[in-house]
């Protein structure tokens, strides 16, 4: 099986991920509707709504994530929107998707 390259991914935001842009900045809302979570809730008291809070380039990044484009092609556009903020852009950027992926956030389709 052939290797392949991350920046040639395409990230798609999961549907059960709301969110809202309050001040310039993007807040993941992610509500916990399953009924273990309800029971967790019941016995530990954990929240049913879990809110994630993104500095201005992770928000700018998720506003850049369309279904559409590839990562190397968000960090393009995020150069040039953020320019040396977000330098080195590309290392950033993959560890930022990686987070994004393992909180199931975002999913990855390859280009068609």
Known sequence: MAKKNALELIPVKRS???WVKEEGLIKL???RKHWYD???HRLFKTP???TVDLDE???CVWMLIDGERDIAEIGKLLEA???EKVSPTY???TTFMKYLYNADFISFRDRK
């Open 16 to 18: 059960h991920v709301n």
């Open 29 to 31: 809302k992610i509500y």
């Open 38 to 40: 309800k029971i967790m």
């Open 48 to 50: 049913l709504e879990i």
């Open 57 to 59: 380039i992770g928000s």
């Open 81 to 83: 929107e953020l320019g």
């Open 91 to 93: 290392p950033r950027l």
